[in-house]
C-alpha cells in the first residue's frame, strides 16, 4: 500500500515537472512583448506566399533584430501580402537594393524577416518598398516534392 503511494505522488510530481516544463518552453519561444528599442521608420515589402508570419515577428539583418512587423494586410487587386516593418531609426543604413526573405526559427519555430544588404550606395528611406522579396518555404511543399522525386511535378511518380 505504502509503495503504490510512492508511486502515485511520483507520478504526480513527474507531471508537474512536465507541466512546468512546458510553461518555461512557451515563454521563451513566444515574443509577448512587440519590438521597440527607440524611434522607427516603416518600410513595405510585397510577398506571394507569407506562411505563418505573424505581426510583431522580428525583422533581423545579420542575425540581430533591427525591427519588428507592424502590419499585414492583402492587396484584394495583386492578391499579395502586404508587410509593413517598422525598422529602428540606428539601422537607417540599408541599401536600397537590399532583399527580404521569410525563415522560420528552428524546425517548428515562429517565423521571422531577414534583410539581405545590397550594394547600392543609396539607402532605404521611411516609405520606401523592397523591390527584392523571397517568400515563405512551406514544409508540406517540400515534402510533396521530396515525396513525388523532385521538381518534375510528379511526371516521374505518374510513369
Known amino acids: 500500500m505504502a509503495s503504490n503511494r510512492s508511486f502515485e505522488i511520483g507520478t504526480g510530481l513527474f507531471i508537474l515537472l512536465g507541466f512546468a516544463a512546458l510553461a518555461f518552453l512557451a515563454t521563451q519561444t513566444t515574443r509577448l512583448a512587440g519590438f521597440r528599442a527607440g524611434e522607427t521608420y516603416s518600410l513595405k515589402a510585397r510577398f506571394t ?53 521569410i525563415y522560420t526559427s528552428g524546425l517548428l519555430g515562429d517565423q521571422y524577416v531577414a534583410v539581405k544588404p545590397g550594394g547600392s550606395p543609396d539607402f532605404l528611406a521611411d516609405g520606401d518598398e523592397f523591390i527584392l522579396t523571397e517568400s515563405s518555404v512551406q514544409l508540406e511543399e517540400l515534402i510533396g516534392k521530396y515525396l513525388v522525386g523532385g521538381n518534375d511535378g510528379g511526371k516521374a511518380a505518374a510513369e
Open 49 to 101: 506566399n507569407i506562411g505563418q508570419l505573424k505581426e510583431r515577428a522580428p525583422v533581423k539583418l545579420a542575425g540581430v533584430t533591427i525591427g519588428s512587423v507592424r502590419t499585414i494586410t492583402l492587396d484584394p487587386r495583386v492578391l499579395d501580402a502586404v508587410v509593413l516593418l517598422d525598422v529602428d531609426r540606428r539601422f537607417a543604413e540599408i541599401p536600397e537594393d537590399s532583399s527580404l526573405s
